[in-house]
């Protein structure tokens, strides 16, 4: 059972600022680790190998010091590591992103699973893995909290949802993303954290994934972002006063009614 | 203070910081209140590699000695000083194995040790053999290619626990230290059990228990070095190892010093914070120059050992001694400034007040590091013309 992670290296904190000029995340000054819910992409990864055997390869796009997150990967005990690092792939929205990475996975022959965690802590978007799904045409399970079962042709797990979660069959080669309810992701050994520093990492341009350059980068993103904020909160519930529980509930069948929900 | 760490130990520092943040802290007042041994917190040590830092690489540690073994029982006791222990138990349980076994008992016991898969354990200690080491009555006579132990040891640490013990026992009790042979004893040679578990003030997640052994057979090939150096081997153990415990102290101190510093900048008291009453911003001032100069003795310390000198009993005794003292009256100044919280058993200086009074008493009491540093003081005094 061969496994791709797709990982992506953060700013070490949830208070992202954003560059008033360019309205895209600055970097400056601030600490990078993994995306706290790739922790869980990449946990699950291992688990999979130790059980089922095959090798966990993790692969990520971003500037040159991304590097040091696919090292902190290593150290956790992924065999293998990609860095796709380019100009060209500067200023990659969701869509230009996906594609580079469906490019990778491509190139690197396909995988039986590829595992992403549900969003970035700084983009907030969801939306890179199951993009990088439709690129590579696999069928694709979200927000996945367990995996029931995996065998070499299918799998059968659990989707978060709001209300509880859903058991989705898909056939596998897919894409998940997991949520952190999905495991406890180990600590690194300091064997591997030693290894991991003196690991040859793979490097890949634009060019060497053969990208369609107008697909790549800046070019290749069409998403224009006019304005960051976060959105003004839902308005503030009311309690409803009453002595007592028939009362209460009375004036809540009431409003129900008023406000044409029942 | 910069130490200039090199890459390897600032990432076994780094990694043992991590586990002790992040896994260590949040349960520490769990296990402490359960007095359960914290076996969660073990296996992921054990997983993370940091039980064989100090263990040569043919071995299965990552080669380095003293000073790395210090700097993760720093940081894990910065978290919880009895989970520290347990973890520093089993080099001290190790280091005579690594120091006097033969190359098939090293080939047998330290990779086990170095992997976390074994806690190992140092069995010295009995009811009328504390300070006075040379006391013991446990006995080791040799039948054939065994030796008979029989007798008590008490308070091991990890006792019950570990798989791997270093039992000291005596081929002739007349004979003082002259007797006290060393012995690995495997948990589960018949004739081998353990006693009472100890309730402790502090360290209480730790496994403190005795070893009773009642005709226990050991191969002879179990014994280290030869019959009567037992008490070299003890004593050339606890110099590699007191200034773990120095490392304990200095890390629990630390801990205090963390939380004192933040809760001074949060808790308000006639408007103000309380870091800007002068009496508090001087006491903490004064434990963190404490705590500084207690790590920078055990840091050059440990550095002296790992570099090689041959004689450092006299400065793993200061190093222990100072480091202690430091942490009871730092973590006594930390209670007195969280104040009635502090006394409570919902803030975690409490316990680190209760886990620093050890360091003053185990491993040989600070009275017993002062007889040590003032006989070698004397000693060369008077060498001198």
């Known amino acids: 059972m061969n496994v791709a992670v797709l990982i992506k290296q953060v700013p070490e904190t949830t208070d992202v600022k954003i560059s008033r000029e360019t309205n895209t995340l600055m970097r400056e000054g601030v600490a990078s680790i993994i995306n706290p819910f790739d922790m869980y992409a990449i946990e699950e990864a291992l688990r999979i190998r130790e059980q089922h055997g095959g090798k966990v390869t993790v ?54 699973l590829v595992i992403c965690g549900k969003q970035a802590m700084d983009g907030d978007t969801a939306q890179v893995g199951p993009e990088v799904a439709e690129n590579l045409d696999l069928p694709h399970v979200t927000y996945v909290r367990r995996i029931e079962e995996l065998s070499p042709d299918h799998m059968r797990v659990q989707r978060m949802i709001e209300e509880g979660y859903e058991v989705i069959e898909s056939p596998i080669p897919a894409l998940i993303t997991v949520v952190k309810e999905i495991n406890e992701p180990r600590m690194p050994s300091i064997k591997r954290m030693l290894r991991a520093k003196k690991a040859a990492i793979t490097s890949w341009t634009a060019a060497d994934l053969g990208a369609d350059e107008s697909r790549i980068g800046l070019t290749g993103s069409p998403t224009r972002v006019i304005r960051v904020f ?27 009614k008023e406000t044409h929900l029942v | ?74 940081e894990l006791s910065r978290a919880c000083g009895a989970v520290a222990v347990s973890y520093a138990a089993s080099a001290l349980g190790g280091f005579p194995i690594l120091l006097f076994g033969t190359g098939e008992q090293k080939r047998k016991c330290m990779p086990d040790i170095a992997s976390g898969a074994k806690l190992a354990a140092f069995a010295l200690t009995e009811p009328d053999a504390g300070s006075d080491a040379s006391n013991i009555r446990t006995t080791a006579k ?50 081998f059990e353990f006693g009472k578990k100890e309730k402790k003030m502090g360290i209480r997640a730790s496994a403190t228990r005795e070893l009773i052994f009642q005709d226990c057979r050991v191969p002879a090939a179990n014994m ?29 101190a630390q801990g205090a010093l963390d939380r004192v510093a933040k809760y001074a900048t949060e808790r308000v008291q006639f408007g103000k914070r309380i870091a800007e009453f002068q009496a508090i911003e001087h006491m903490i001032a004064d434990m963190a120059t404490q705590v500084e100069a207690a790590r920078a003795l055990v840091y050059a310390t440990a550095r002296m050992i790992d570099a090689g000198e041959r004689d450092f009993s006299r400065e793993a005794s200061m190093a222990k001694v100072f480091a202690s003292d430091v942490a009871m009256r730092v973590t006594t100044d930390a209670v007195q400034i969280f104040g009635g919280y502090g006394y409570m058993r919902d803030y975690p200086v409490e316990k680190m007040m209760r886990d620093a009074k050890i360091t003053q008493i185990y491993e040989g009491t600070n009275q017993i590091q002062r007889s040590i540093i003032g006989s070698a003081v004397i000693k060369q005094a008077m060498r001198r013309p």
């Open chain 2, 224 to 252: 280290l070095e030869r019959e009567g150096k037992g008490f070299i081997v003890a004593m050339r153990t606890f110099d590699r190892t007191r200034p773990g415990v120095a490392a304990q102290a200095v890390g629990i």
């Open chain 2, 142 to 191: 040799r039948d054939g290619d065994h030796y008979i132990l029989n007798g008590t040891k008490q308070w091991i640490t990890n006792g019950g626990e570990a798989e791997i013990y270093t039992v000291i026992a005596t081929i002739d009790p007349s004979r003082g230290a002259r007797g006290m042979t060393a012995f690995i004893v495997e948990k589960g040679t018949p004739g």
């Open chain 1, 230 to 256: 976060t959105p003004e909160q839902r308005r503030a519930g009311e309690i409803l006063e009453g002595e007592t529980v028939q009362e209460k509930v009375r004036s809540l069948v009431a409003k129900l």
């Open chain 2, 1 to 74: 203070m910069n130490y200039f760490l090199t890459e390897e130990q600032q990432m076994i520092r780094d990694l043992a910081r991590k586990i002790a943040e992040e896994k260590v802290a949040p349960r520490a007042a769990e296990f402490d209140e359960a007095e359960e041994f914290p076996w969660d917190l073990i296996k992921i040590l054990a997983e993370s590699g940091l039980f064989g830092v100090w263990v040569p690489e043919e071995y299965g540690g990552l080669g380095g000695g003293v000073f790395e073994q210090c700097l993760v029982v720093e």
């Open chain 1, 59 to 112: 692969i990520t796009m971003g500037p040159p010091q991304a590097e040091e997150a696919l090292r902190q990967a290593l150290a956790l005990g992924a065999d293998d590591a990609v860095l796709l690092s380019d100009r060209a792939f500067a200023g990659a929205d969701t869509l230009a992103t996906s594609y580079t990475l469906a490019r990778a996975i491509e190139k690197l022959g396909g995988f039986d």
